[in-house]
Structures are given as C-alpha cells and as structure tokens.
Antibody, heavy 120, light 107 residues
Framework: EVQLLESGGGLVQPGGSLRLSCAAS????????MTWVRQPPGKGLEWVSA????????FYASSVRGRFTISRDSSENTLYLQMNNLRAEDTALYYC?????????????WGQGTLVTVSS | DIQMTQSPSTLSASVGDRVTITCRAS??????LAWYQKKPGKAPKLLIY???SLGSGVPSRFSGSGSGTEFTLTISSLQPDDFATYYC?????????FGPGTKVDIK
C-alpha cells in the first residue's frame, strides 16, 4: 500500500525557515517524480514544487522560486522541502504527492498534509 | 504561467442530478489535464487524467472530456459521497497550475 507521511510543519515567524519531510513507503520511491502542493486556509490548491525521479530536475512555482528548495533522498525514501524567508502568505497545509511517472505529471497518491503557520 | 479558470465556482445540486463543471486554460494544454476531488480534512483524490481517462477505482459516473483550452467534468448521477470541491490541474507546462475549484453542495 502506497503511503506518504508528511512532517516538519509548525509555527514560524516571518523570515524564518522550516524543512518539511515526506516519508514514502509501499512503492519504489526512485521510480517516481514527487511534488509538493499546498492549500492555504479557506483557499484552493496551489502547485508548489516538483522533482523528477532521479532528483536532477527541479521545478518551482513563481511564488516560491528562490526561497524554497525541493530535494529527495532515495536511500531514505524521503522527499524534502526546505523553506526559507517564509512569509505570511506561505501559511498553508502542505501535501506531498506522488506523480504517476518518473517526470512531473498528475498525482495518483497524496499524503494527509502538514500545517505550516507563518506568524509573529 | 498558464491560468486555469473553472465555472461555476459553486454549484447546488440534488442527489441524482447530472452535474457538469467546466475548466478553461489560458493557452492550449492539449489533453494534459487532471481532475481531483477534495473533501474537508481529506487528501485530494484523483478522478480523471489526460482529460478523459478514469482514475483507478473511480466510479464510472465520473467522466471527463475536452482538449486544447476547454474541458468538462461530468457526474452522471450525483451521489451523497460526491458533495465536495473539484479542481482541475494542467500538467502541460511548468509551473503546473490548478483551477480555483468548484464546490458542489446540496440544494
């Protein structure tokens, strides 16, 4: 059974940093691209960042480029999102999702999310 | 970035109704479009990919159509479990983008 378990969310001050993790199990992690999607409170889904299966190609939304870094560790079956210079508008529930192929695509499995709150 | 729009933003319907949601892209995305169902407190669920292909385990009352810039999601006979918010997502061009969502609630 495919499982994705996010962690690392919490309360952080504006300008601060957090690193989110997504532990994957039930599939060959190195065969699939992975993506972070977020949902601010009361708002819709926003695609944030993606990484291909090999980890050599990364992609970002305009709103986070230069502040967020996506990475993966296939030895640990874990996806990461390093978030720096956080802003109030980054407050959201952050989901990791499995792309259905080795390149960023549509998402066939999702985690339950980890909440990030940026506030002073 | 490719902008995705959805209409209507909210839809009130009854069990058994046929429901259609429209998604439009600001430029052609061929058939690289997916639809997801989102319920409060739950992770999104894939319904449709490549505009018209049914996701694994998704009931056949859900169907998708369209190509280029205009797409539709149809629920042939609305069931109680279908009251949710529906999002389209393009995966043609980076950054991938979602539509703003269509909430289907009970009339």
């Amino acid at each position: 059974e495919v499982q994705l378990l996010e962690s690392g969310g919490g309360l952080v001050q504006p300008g601060g940093s957090l690193r989110l993790s997504c532990a994957a199990s039930g599939f060959t992690f190195s065969d699939y691209a992975m993506t972070w999607v977020r949902q601010p409170p009361g708002k819709g889904l926003e695609w944030v960042s993606a990484i291909n299966a090999g980890g050599g190609s990364t992609f970002y939304a305009s709103s986070v480029r230069g502040r967020f870094t996506i990475s993966r560790d296939s030895s640990e079956n874990t996806l990461y999102l390093q978030m720096n210079n956080l802003r109030a508008e980054d407050t959201a529930l952050y989901y990791c999702a499995r792309d259905s192929i080795p390149a960023p695509y549509y998402f066939d499995y999702w985690g339950q999310g980890t909440l990030v709150t940026v506030s002073s | 970035d490719i902008q995705m729009t959805q209409s209507p933003s909210t839809l009130s319907a009854s069990v058994g109704d046929r429901v259609t949601i429209t998604c439009r892209a600001s430029q052609s995305i061929s058939s690289w479009l997916a639809w997801y169902q989102k319920k409060p407190g739950k992770a999104p669920k894939l319904l449709i990919y490549k505009a018209a292909s049914l996701g694994s385990g998704v009931p056949s009352r859900f169907s998708g159509s369209g190509s280029g810039t205009e797409f539709t999601l149809t629920i042939s006979s609305l069931q109680p479990d279908d009251f949710a918010t529906y999002y389209c997502q393009q995966y043609d061009t980076y950054p991938f983008t979602f539509g703003p969502g269509t909430k289907v609630d009970i009339k």
